[in-house]
């Protein structure tokens, strides 16, 4: 007996939300990941650019939240992208 993939939809278990939000906290995951690397490596200047303000924490907050939200929704954009490709509507 073959075992079916919880990440397909053709399975009876298969939860599309509990789908969703799990590579939704991947991809922001990601993003996170991204930022702080980005920030690490200095690239642009912008980690000193960012220090040298009044408001550390607001810019990198906000450098960190759209990142998060641009990485989470590709990630998930994709996963749902690979899981349903190849199948008729």
């Known amino acids: 007996m073959a075992r079916r993939v919880?990440?397909?939809p053709e399975n009876p278990?298969?939860?599309?939300?509990?789908?969703?939000?799990?590579?939704?906290l991947k991809?922001?995951?990601l993003g996170i990941?991204?930022?702080?690397?980005f920030l690490a490596a200095d690239i642009g200047g912008l980690r000193t650019l960012a220090a040298g303000d009044s408001n550390t924490f607001v810019a990198v907050a906000v450098l960190t939240t759209l990142m998060v939200l641009t990485f989470a929704a590709?990630?998930?954009?994709a996963a749902i992208m690979l899981t349903f490709s190849g199948r008729d509507p």
Do not use: R
């Open 13 to 24: 278990d298969f939860n599309g939300v509990g789908f969703i939000i799990s590579n939704y």
């Open 74 to 77: 590709l990630f998930t954009g």
């Open 6 to 8: 919880v990440d397909d």
């Open 27 to 29: 991809g922001a995951a």
């Open 33 to 37: 990941a991204f930022t702080v690397m």
